[in-house]
T-cell receptor, first 110, second 111 residues
Framework: QKEVEQNSGPLSVPEGAIASLNCTYS??????FFWYRQYSGKSPELIMFIYSNGDKEDGRFTAQLNKASQYVSLLIRDSQPSDSATYLC??????????FGAGTTVTVRA | DAMVIQNPRYQVTQFGKPVTLSCSQTLNHNVMYWYQQKSSQAPKLLFH???????NEADTPDNFQSRRPNTSFCFLDIRSPGLGDAAMYLCATSTGNTEAFFGQGTRLTVV
């Protein structure tokens, strides 16, 4: 079983719509959860982090964490063409290790 | 100002010729990571350090080695690069269970 799994893409949404990304993780002891955005040929950049169960909002982005279900999600509201990228879910299972999911590629259609 | 710096940005090496990639940080973070990322794939963790405490992933090939002589610097050595080692190599730093900061990566080409 992979440590971090993301819903398979690619995901295509019209401009202004909500993009919904999902991630599950296998290690129940995981403490920290991150969403990174990666443009083609570039390094990942952090867009959200969440440590506690519930929702966390930052601008057009909302992260949701449910530790009981081992599930973390990211919602992108009012999607813009500049949001077109690959979104990587990352988890710290133990010992400061940071593991990534395979990523979901999002395309926002103008 | 760049906080995690990788050199070089692009590296071309010959099949079988040892190559070293470098990473430096100005953040004074305890944790440093090396990832390999191939096209359209997730970053794959090769190693990570907590200070000098070295952690090697079980599936990291023996061909890959790493050194961290001090807090600021970390090196990735590929002893005998093969064509399958062509990838983007990403260095990142963290204080632990907080966000990781990435360098711009080194694109390795093996010819």
């Amino acid at each position: 079983q992979k440590e971090v799994e993301q819903n398979s893409g690619p995901l295509s949404v019209p401009e202004g719509a909500i993009a919904s990304l999902n991630c599950t993780y296998s290690d129940r002891g995981s403490q920290s959860f991150f969403w990174y955005r990666q443009y083609s040929g570039k390094s990942p950049e952090l867009i959200m982090f969440i440590y506690s169960n519930g929702d966390k909002e930052d601008g057009r982005f909302t992260a949701q964490l449910n530790k009981a279900s081992q599930y973390v999600s990211l919602l992108i509201r009012d999607s813009q063409p500049s949001d077109s990228a690959t979104y990587l879910c990352a988890v710290t299972p133990d010992d400061y290790k940071l593991s990534f999911g395979a990523g979901t590629t999002v395309t926002v259609r103008a | 100002d760049a906080m995690v710096i990788q050199n070089p940005r692009y590296q071309v090496t010959q099949f079988g010729k040892p190559v070293t990639l470098s990473c430096s940080q100005t953040l004074n973070h305890n944790v440093m990571y090396w990832y390999q990322q191939k096209s359209s794939q997730a970053p794959k963790l090769l190693f990570h350090y907590y200070d000098k405490d070295f952690n090697n992933e079980a599936d990291t090939p023996d061909n890959f080695q790493s050194r961290r002589p001090n807090t600021s610097f970390c090196f990735l050595d590929i002893r005998s690069p093969g064509l399958g080692d062509a990838a983007m190599y990403l260095c990142a730093t963290s204080t632990g269970n907080t966000e990781a900061f990435f360098g711009q990566g080194t694109r390795l080409t093996v010819v």
